[in-house]
């Protein structure tokens, strides 16, 4: 089942915005999601981090505490994700890609295996990058995915 657009491009209509929780969309500087129609319509899921997905800008301190293991940051961003996917009414086998930032490349194994518990084996493309830090002190991983609506 898909949702209707929170709001078109002004210059684009193939372009829609997906927010779902509408009315916290001011406190985002970003769209959760981006749907592109025609040619085959994607959902483009912003990067998730182990903070909740509605916080503040400027961030404020108390919304993002986080686990200090990799393992639990990791399924925080998956459910964050996975909320996003079941809005749109889609699952993890509609994923085609997923791009991992870890502040540490030794947590990969950690992030594989949590990812492995939601994607089963369902293989999307995947890019993991090794960057410096994220928005949030104490935020070890971001993963952002595309997704394929169902045809009809």
């Not at 210059?11 to 001011?26: C, K, S, V």
């Not at 500087?29 to 916080?55: Q, W």
């Not at 940051?73 to 009414?89: K, M, N, S, Y």
Request: proline share 9%; with cysteine; hydrophobic share 35%.
């Amino acid at each position: 089942m898909q949702h209707p657009p929170f709001r078109l491009s002004p210059t684009n209509p193939r372009l829609g915005e997906i927010q779902t929780q509408p009315e916290r969309q001011a406190d985002m500087p970003y769209a959760p999601a981006m749907r592109v129609r025609g040619g085959g319509d994607l959902l483009y899921i912003s990067g998730a981090t182990p903070s909740p997905l509605y916080h503040h800008h400027p961030h404020r301190a108390e919304e993002h505490q986080h686990p200090i293991a990799i393992e639990e940051q990791v399924t925080r961003v998956f459910d964050t994700l996975g909320a996003i996917l079941a809005h749109e009414g889609l699952t993890w086998t509609d994923v085609v890609k997923v791009t991992r930032y870890l502040t540490d490349m030794r947590d990969q194994d950690g992030l594989n295996a949590v990812q492995g518990r939601y994607f089963g084996d369902w293989r999307p493309v995947s890019t993991t990058v090794c960057v410096n830090q994220l928005s949030t002190p104490g935020a070890r991983v971001e993963v952002d995915v595309v997704a394929a609506y169902r045809p009809g």
